[in-house]
């Protein structure tokens, strides 16, 4: 049977060993459907070594991207490596959780399994003698319930960026913090975002399987700590009209099998290597198409918008938050430290097919060695349209509609999601935007029913 990566026993044994002492009585088997959202199916702890030589079937035709009926028996194969107790579910009924792989009943790995499309992206990158890491910076808000217990988009607090005095859920943030240490994420740091209610806990930058299962813990663990507050977490990117939405930016990198940053040039006035320079090339020219995966919700497209600092242009800089892709500035000394940072991902986004895509486009611009636009420092949001045609800066999506149709032009996007996963997910998105365009909304009846 192929497996995607081979337990070695010394890890089953260490695994069974660690559950044991903590007394675990269940075990969740994890994974997401194509657009980001967590799976589970519970069993008894006795199940595990069974589920861990074995997998576990189940069936495919129920998950969001999946499988036709006719096509429906999987099975999920436990990677003992992302083996962690949950610590909201320590007690009588202790519980912990494994990401798993997707097989078919053949043996081989589900085309459709947003983790595996992962993996042979990172594949490809190294045959080339790369590791990609990624260091995302999930925004988040906490709402209260309304009266009836209804979950409203009314914010915890009001404080602002930074603010402490004000800032009603820092408890909450530090409760939220020690969950997913115990899940062995490294945080490192966590404050109050701009808008009221909004917070941002970032934690280290991985390898980009490593990374993505993060992401992926990170925002069920945000909600469930929420929940034992009687708060809502949501990672919906703009849910109040006129206050910032929120992002998940991404910080890259690429290492080579030396453990050096290939991003690194300390001659360079921006400290970028040619490597670096292509990679970004690669971005800003798979941009448009790589929308509809980073930014998948029709929501997406109310926070990049001019004047919330989110990206609209299509460019890279330093200094200038308005650009797309930026260039964090470093310690001097610290070339390894060297990364760009793609600020259009919101954290709706599948975290799986999101570095897939964001890799992919990179490798692109290094393969074909595309050249590096100039940098654009000036605020974009400044420009008219004369003044950015003349520089050739081209614009995000306005819409989710106008994202999937640039993603049904871009082979190199498509070819990293896979038929499978690419297919689906344009018929899954394809609906949600023709849902959103002929939905007659409480603006539209607000706007135009008494004056027409």
């Not at 007690?91 to 992962?118: H, K």
């Not at 899940?183 to 390898?207: C, L, N, R, W």
């Not at 940098?375 to 614009?395: A, C, G, M, S």
Request: aromatic fraction near 10%; charged fraction near 25%.
């Amino acid at each position: 049977m192929a497996v995607e990566n081979p337990t070695p026993s010394n890890l089953v044994d260490e695994v069974m060993t660690r559950a044991q002492q903590e007394g675990v009585r269940f075990v969740n088997l994890q994974f997401t459907d194509i657009v980001g959202l967590v799976k589970s199916v519970t069993i008894p702890f006795e199940q595990f070594p069974d589920a861990i030589e074995h997998g576990k079937w189940f069936d495919g035709s129920s998950i969001e991207g999946f499988a036709r009926i006719a096509e429906s028996d999987m099975y999920l194969m436990p990677d003992l490596r992302t083996f962690q107790v949950i610590p909201w579910e320590r007690g009588e009924n202790t519980t912990a959780r494994t990401i798993c792989w997707v097989y078919n009943p053949n043996g081989e790995i589900f085309s459709g399994d947003p983790r595996a499309v992962l993996a042979r992206a990172t594949r490809e990158a190294e045959g080339m003698g790369l590791t990609f890491n990624a260091g995302p910076e999930v925004e988040f808000f906490l709402f209260r319930r309304d009266e009836e217990g209804r979950i409203q988009p009314l914010p915890h607090d009001q404080a602002g960026y930074f603010d402490l005095s004000t800032d009603l859920a820092s408890t909450v943030r530090k409760e939220m913090v020690n969950a997913l240490t115990d899940m062995g994420i490294k945080v490192e740091t966590s404050h109050h975002e701009v808008a009221p209610g909004q917070h941002e806990i970032d934690f280290e930058y991985a390898d980009a399987l490593t990374a993505a299962d993060n992401t992926v813990t990170f925002k069920y663990a945000l909600k469930a700590v929420a929940q034992l507050h009687d708060l809502h977490a949501t990672f919906m990117p703009k849910p109040i009209y006129g206050i910032n939405g929120s992002g998940m930016h991404t910080h890259q990198s690429l290492f080579d099998r030396n453990g050096e940053n290939t991003f690194a040039d300390p001659s360079d006035p921006y400290g970028l290597s040619a490597t670096a320079k292509h990679f970004i090339a690669g971005q800003l020219h798979h941009a448009q198409a790589m929308s509809a995966v980073l930014a998948p919700q029709v929501n997406s497209y109310k926070r990049l918008v001019p004047g919330y600092e989110a990206p609209v242009y299509v460019s890279w800089a330093r200094v200038n938050r308005s650009a797309l892709i930026r260039v964090p500035r470093i310690t001097p000394g610290r070339p390894k430290a060297t990364r760009v940072e793609i600020r259009c991902p919101d954290p709706s986004c599948n975290p799986y097919l999101a570095f897939a895509v964001m890799l992919a486009a990179g490798l692109d611009g290094i393969k074909r060695k595309l050249a590096l636009p100039e940098p654009v420092e000036e605020n974009l949001y400044t420009f008219d349209e004369d003044e950015r045609l003349r520089r050739q800066i081209n614009v995000l999506p306005g819409s989710l509609g106008t994202a999937l149709d640039e993603l049904r032009k871009d082979e190199v996007v498509q070819g990293a999601l896979g038929p499978h996963v690419f297919e689906r997910f344009l018929e899954a998105k394809t609906i949600e935007w023709n849902e959103y365009r002929t939905y007659v909304s409480p603006w539209e009846l607000d706007r135009y029913l008494e004056e027409y």
